[in-house]
């Protein structure tokens, strides 16, 4: 009987343990390694337990001065756990022919930009980084990319949230409240 109550209390043990494990394991969208706009490997596991905002960026879109507002989101809801990070992409009408440095320069000298940048990435087709597959495979709103400056919102437990085109800016109330409810959230 003794020997009956060792084995289950040691079973239930081991299963609690892996079960805690499993809870904390990295989440799909954190499960990759992207280049920084300064040649660094980034590993997105450094991003967990935050919420995030992954947009595809632009210097010479229609839409670029949206790294006006992306840069004030960033300001207003780093402390509380947002991450902004853009990804160039010259897959649309050519509006990112920039190198690294170019790009770099162009957002700290006209937008201040000081949130995460990436190394330019293709986002639709054959070629596009991993992260973009996956992000427009299991987003609410799946399919590829439309254009620059299109919003995802990841919360603090991974999960892709929300998705907002390019025609809803990132100060919209939609957005706003969108961040809000994901930062109010715990990470699990």
């Given at each position: 009987?003794?020997?009956l109550?060792?084995?289950?209390?040691?079973?239930?043990s081991v299963l609690?343990?892996?079960a805690g494990a499993?809870?904390?394991s990295?989440?799909?969208?954190?499960?990759?390694?992207?280049?920084?706009?300064?040649?660094k490997?980034?590993?997105?596991?450094?991003y967990?337990?935050?919420?995030?905002l992954?947009?595809n960026?632009?210097?010479?879109?229609?839409a670029?001065p949206?790294y006006?507002?992306l840069q004030?989101?960033h300001e207003?809801?780093?402390?509380q756990?947002?991450?902004?990070?853009?990804?160039?992409?010259?897959q649309?009408?050519?509006?990112e022919p920039?190198?690294?440095?170019?790009?770099?320069?162009?957002?700290?000298?006209?937008y201040?930009?000081t949130?995460?940048?990436?190394?330019?990435?293709?986002?639709?087709?054959?070629?596009a980084?991993?992260?973009?597959?996956?992000?427009?495979?299991?987003?609410?709103?799946?399919g590829?990319?439309k254009?620059n400056f299109?919003?995802f919102?990841?919360g603090r437990?991974?999960?892709?949230v929300?998705?907002?085109?390019?025609?809803?800016?990132?100060?919209?109330?939609?957005?706003?409240?969108?961040?809000?409810?994901?930062?109010a959230?715990?990470?699990q």
């Amino acid at each position: 009987m003794k020997t009956l109550l060792l084995a289950v209390l040691v079973s239930a043990s081991v299963l609690t343990v892996a079960a805690g494990a499993a809870e904390k394991s990295t989440p799909a969208v954190l499960n990759f390694k992207m280049k920084s706009l300064a040649g660094k490997d980034i590993d997105l596991a450094q991003y967990q337990g935050k919420v995030l905002l992954i947009v595809n960026v632009a210097s010479q879109c229609g839409a670029t001065p949206q790294y006006r507002q992306l840069q004030e989101l960033h300001e207003k809801y780093a402390g509380q756990g947002l991450a902004v990070l853009g990804f160039p992409c010259n897959q649309f009408g050519a509006q990112e022919p920039g190198t690294a440095e170019e790009i770099a320069a162009f957002c700290k000298d006209n937008y201040a930009v000081t949130f995460d940048m990436f190394a330019k990435i293709d986002v639709n087709g054959e070629q596009a980084a991993p992260l973009y597959k996956l992000l427009t495979t299991k987003a609410p709103k799946t399919g590829p990319v439309k254009w620059n400056f299109e919003k995802f919102l990841i919360g603090r437990n991974g999960e892709i949230v929300a998705r907002f085109p390019t025609n809803v800016k990132p100060d919209a109330p939609e957005v706003i409240r969108a961040i809000e409810a994901e930062l109010a959230k715990s990470a699990q």
